[in-house]
């Protein structure tokens, strides 16, 4: 049986050599060249509707507030949606636990706090209905996007992207027009 190793995708040109990779082994080399044209033709599009000016930061808060730091695809389509990560922000790459009071320092702009595993009986999944949280969650924008857009590097991850610019233009919009509060 033949067995193909790939490595684990940290950005869109990770995604599509591994895409590109795949097609090869399974002998669709020109529809994977299609795949990766039609997902350039939508990023771009969706890019270009990103609002300009200071990106406004993102926190994903995960089980045992694991978080995006740069280098990571979770934190590509942040970047492409709009966001900047706390990551970003607070200049790590991988991901990081990321105790409150650094989450709070990173002052976010939009939240998410969904994760697959926010249901399991642990100490580090309660963490996520910390008093703090729940008030950051109830005076800051949120966002529920599914893992199946992030967990993977897929085309679908478009659907995130999509997600994110749609709130980075409300957050824009109820401020006027721009991101206020640069940091």
Not at 28 to 41: Q, V
Request: a neutral charge; one cysteine or more; aromatic letters at 6%.
């Amino acid at each position: 049986v033949r067995v193909e190793l790939f490595m684990a995708e940290n950005s869109f040109a990770d995604m599509r050599t591994n895409i590109r990779k795949l097609a090869a082994v399974v002998g669709e080399s020109e529809r994977g060249e299609r795949l990766i044209a039609d997902f350039d033709r939508d990023l771009a599009r969706l890019r270009a509707q990103v609002p300009s000016g200071q990106m406004p930061v993102y926190a994903d808060i995960g089980v045992n507030h694991v978080m995006a730091g740069k280098d990571t695809f979770a934190a590509e389509i942040a970047n492409a949606g709009g966001f900047r990560t706390v990551g970003d922000v607070q200049n790590f790459s991988g991901y990081q636990t990321v105790p409150l009071e650094r989450l709070l320092a990173a002052k976010p702009d939009l939240v998410s706090n969904t994760t697959g595993y926010d249901d399991a009986p642990s100490l580090s999944t309660q963490a996520l209905n910390h008093p703090l949280i729940r008030k950051l969650i109830a005076h800051t924008a949120s966002i529920d996007i599914p893992s199946r857009y992030t967990d993977c590097a897929t085309p679908e991850s478009l659907k995130a992207i999509a997600l994110l610019v749609e709130a980075r233009r409300k957050i824009d919009a109820a401020r006027g027009g721009s991101t206020r509060g640069v940091r």
